[in-house]
């Protein structure tokens, strides 16, 4: 339950509660509530999440279990089974842990280093807006800057390969696969790691630092007793967000592949584009198979976040 | 700064500096004729170049407003009124997580067509209305984490009820009292939905509408050096967008102590951490 803030009532609707509790004692017939006005401000709020995002998302969960005569059916659900698809759920969550792993890793490292207690204050200011614009990074510009950098043609690609002779297209890594992709995620897990984590390192107080060593502990101590403990929860939680981020990205993928790289936003966005001929309800059946995957993700994440708030303010 | 830090930090920066110095390079070369602005040059005489990018902008700034019209109300009246449903504003509010766009887009089109009669088709669901409909939901996330890690800050109660005991009324409280205080939190909001719509291609692109995210993949299919330079002119411009943000949040603000559009901008994220609601 939220906290509810000492003032958090107008005075006259504390009068007029407490009236009312004073005026209705056992089971005497209780004086009707008064109608209450104040959810009416929360209204448009509901009203347009429901249109425009309820409302679709039950859709997609429905129409997964509908076939295209408009009967009830599992077997575009089944259908989710058949090894390419799986294959593709595979594909999308190796990539999401991945990417998740090392750019929350790396994320984590820069976030501490720039947020060292002493960093000077425009570091912070340019770090956070940076952060803000590159973690929304994606598509055809992220693409191109791997395509520029290690493409065949790739600046990166032709200086491994003329000064120190490591060719690594001979190796089989090709920024239209796998590598590419994970490159180019992590581009953008790492300043959404920084801007999750800041507050957390944030919270770390120096004094924590001070009793630790004052009692005799090393710093190997101080990070085992105190620092990991206290930043593990929103470090997993983090870590939860960016699994989500980079399950739901499609726009990345599908510039650097022209769309061929098997995960699962890219097979819905062949079943959408007419590229595959598949029952529209299958695209849904897909799109099913996502949120469930992510509520999961979420489902582990909410508690994380919770314990992570007690060590805030 | 310890010399582990300096090292961590060099190899980020070289991280995300390399593959934006390739793409310069690479913009600046012109085949067999050596390094010069050509792909520029063709770039920006391209009518389409205008057209996509002023169409971009103009759904940015519609989106921006109808999301600020919506949120801001919302998040002040929750916090001040309802903070029993917080918790439930919050979880709705991170749904656009649990359902990516690719997903989001896929349900919008079939609820819509599935009851709309004609003229709802005609009027809205067909038209950029829409995308801009859809592109609210995309923000919320950040607006709603970064309004409500700003409205935190500040003593609404206290405010609401000076400016009421002083004879304001509601709307004359949200515009002359409460917004000064959240200004912001409010550009921090302003410029993640800025930007997330400026770089937007899944919804855009499944949905048809000529967006400039669509038209550079459109280039970048096709070819390869004007490709580069139209990524480094929207990289460029979305950093501009964050500088010309930036400045305005820290004009008549110099009496804070602390660099506050950065602090709401950590907090947009933060605030899902901080936050105990539903603890």
């Given at each position: 339950m939220g906290p509810e803030g000492p003032g958090a009532v107008v005075l006259s609707t504390i009068v007029a509660e407490r009236v009312d509790t004073v005026a209705a004692p056992g089971p005497a017939p209780r004086p009707r509530r008064r109608l209450p006005l104040a959810w009416l401000g929360a209204l448009?709020?509901?009203?347009?999440?429901?249109?425009?995002?309820?409302?679709?998302?039950?859709?997609?969960?429905?129409?997964?279990?509908?076939?295209?005569?408009?009967?009830?059916?599992?077997?575009?659900?089944?259908?989710?089974?058949?090894?390419?698809?799986?294959?593709?759920?595979?594909?999308?969550?190796?990539?999401?842990?991945?990417?998740?792993?090392?750019?929350?890793?790396?994320?984590?490292?820069?976030?501490?280093?720039?947020?060292?207690?002493?960093?000077?204050?425009?570091?912070?200011?340019?770090?956070?807006?940076?952060?803000?614009?590159?973690?929304?990074?994606?598509?055809?510009?992220?693409?191109?800057?791997?395509?520029?950098?290690?493409?065949?043609?790739?600046?990166?690609?032709?200086?491994?390969?003329?000064?120190?002779?490591?060719?690594?297209?001979?190796?089989?890594?090709?920024?239209?696969?796998?590598?590419?992709?994970?490159?180019?995620?992590?581009?953008?897990?790492?300043?959404?790691?920084?801007?999750?984590?800041?507050?957390?390192?944030?919270?770390?107080?120096?004094?924590w630092r001070e009793a630790s060593e004052s009692l005799g502990g090393d710093s190997l101590t101080y990070w085992r007793s105190v620092g990991i403990p206290v930043l593990a929860p929103s470090f997993l939680g983090a870590m939860v967000l960016l699994f989500g981020n980079a399950f739901a990205a499609q726009a990345t993928a599908y510039?650097?592949?022209?769309?061929?790289?098997?995960?699962?936003?890219?097979?819905?966005?062949?079943?959408?584009?007419?590229?595959?001929?598949?029952?529209?309800?299958?695209?849904?059946?897909?799109?099913?198979g996502m949120i469930v995957v992510i509520a999961i993700a979420v489902l582990i994440y909410l508690p994380l976040q919770r314990r992570a708030a007690r060590w805030m303010k | 700064m310890p010399i582990s830090g300096i090292v961590v930090l060099t190899i980020g920066a070289l991280y995300f500096l390399v593959p934006v110095a390739s793409t310069v390079k690479f913009s600046l070369e012109q085949g067999h004729a050596g390094f010069g602005f050509q792909a520029y040059r063709q770039i920006l005489d391209d009518p389409q170049f205008r057209h996509t990018l002023w169409f971009s902008v103009q759904l940015a700034l519609e989106t921006t407003v109808v999301t600020m019209a919506l949120m801001v109300?919302?998040?002040?009246?929750?916090?001040?009124?309802?903070?029993?449903?917080?918790?439930?504003?919050?979880?709705?509010t991170?749904?656009?997580?649990?359902?990516p766009p690719?997903?989001?887009?896929?349900?919008?089109?079939?609820?819509f067509k599935?009851?709309?009669?004609?003229?709802?088709?005609?009027?809205?669901v067909?038209?950029?209305?829409?995308?801009?409909?859809?592109?609210?939901?995309?923000?919320?996330?950040?607006?709603?984490?970064?309004?409500?890690?700003?409205?935190?800050?500040?003593?609404?109660?206290?405010?609401?009820?000076?400016?009421?005991?002083?004879?304001?009324?509601?709307?004359?409280?949200?515009?002359?009292?409460?917004?000064?205080?959240?200004?912001?939190?409010?550009?921090?909001?302003?410029?993640?939905?800025?930007v997330i719509v400026l770089g937007e291609f899944t919804i855009a692109s499944i949905?048809?509408?000529?967006?400039?995210?669509?038209?550079?993949?459109?280039?970048?299919?096709?070819?390869?050096?004007?490709?580069?330079?139209?990524?480094?002119?929207?990289?460029?411009?979305t950093f501009v967008a964050a500088a010309v943000f930036l400045v305005l949040g820290r004009m008549g603000l110099r009496k804070r102590r602390q660099p506050v559009l950065g602090a709401a901008m950590t907090g947009m994220a933060g605030a899902a951490s901080t936050n105990p609601g539903g603890a």
């Open positions: 448009p709020f509901f009203l347009y999440a429901s249109l425009f995002l309820l409302l679709p998302a039950g859709d997609v969960l429905i129409g997964a279990f509908r076939s295209e005569q408009g009967d009830w059916t599992g077997a575009n659900v089944r259908g989710l089974f058949h090894a390419e698809y799986l294959h593709a759920f595979e594909n999308s969550i190796r990539i999401s842990v991945y990417t998740a792993l090392v750019g929350g890793l790396l994320g984590a490292l820069m976030c501490y280093a720039a947020l060292h207690p002493g960093s000077p204050r425009f570091v912070r200011t340019i770090f956070t807006a940076f952060s803000a614009v590159a973690s929304q990074f994606g598509g055809v510009p992220l693409a191109f800057f791997f395509i520029s950098s290690i493409g065949t043609l790739g600046v990166v690609t032709q200086f491994l390969k003329d000064w120190l002779g490591i060719d690594i297209y001979a190796h089989g890594i090709t920024v239209f696969g796998f590598w590419g992709v994970f490159l180019a995620y992590v581009y953008f897990q790492i300043p959404l790691m920084l801007l999750v984590l800041a507050p957390a390192v944030d919270g770390l107080r120096p004094e510039a650097l592949t022209s769309g061929g790289y098997n995960i699962v936003p890219l097979e819905i966005t062949n079943v959408l584009n007419g590229n595959v001929v598949s029952d529209p309800h299958f695209g849904q059946a897909l799109a099913l | 109300p919302t998040v002040y009246w929750v916090h001040l009124r309802l903070p029993k449903i917080r918790p439930v504003v919050e979880a709705i991170i749904l656009p997580f649990v359902v690719i997903v989001l887009v896929v349900g919008l089109f079939d609820f599935s009851f709309s009669p004609d003229w709802l088709l005609q009027d809205f067909f038209s950029s209305k829409f995308l801009v409909a859809a592109y609210v939901v995309l923000s919320l996330p950040f607006v709603y984490r970064a309004l409500d890690a700003g409205i935190r800050a500040v003593d609404i109660q206290t405010l609401t009820e000076a400016a009421e005991s002083l004879g304001a009324s509601r709307t004359r409280t949200l515009f002359r009292v409460i917004l000064p205080n959240l200004r912001e939190a409010v550009l921090a909001a302003c410029l993640l939905t800025f949905a048809l509408y000529q967006t400039f995210p669509v038209y550079i993949t459109t280039i970048g299919s096709a070819q390869a050096y004007p490709a580069a330079a139209l990524t480094v002119i929207s990289v460029g411009l």
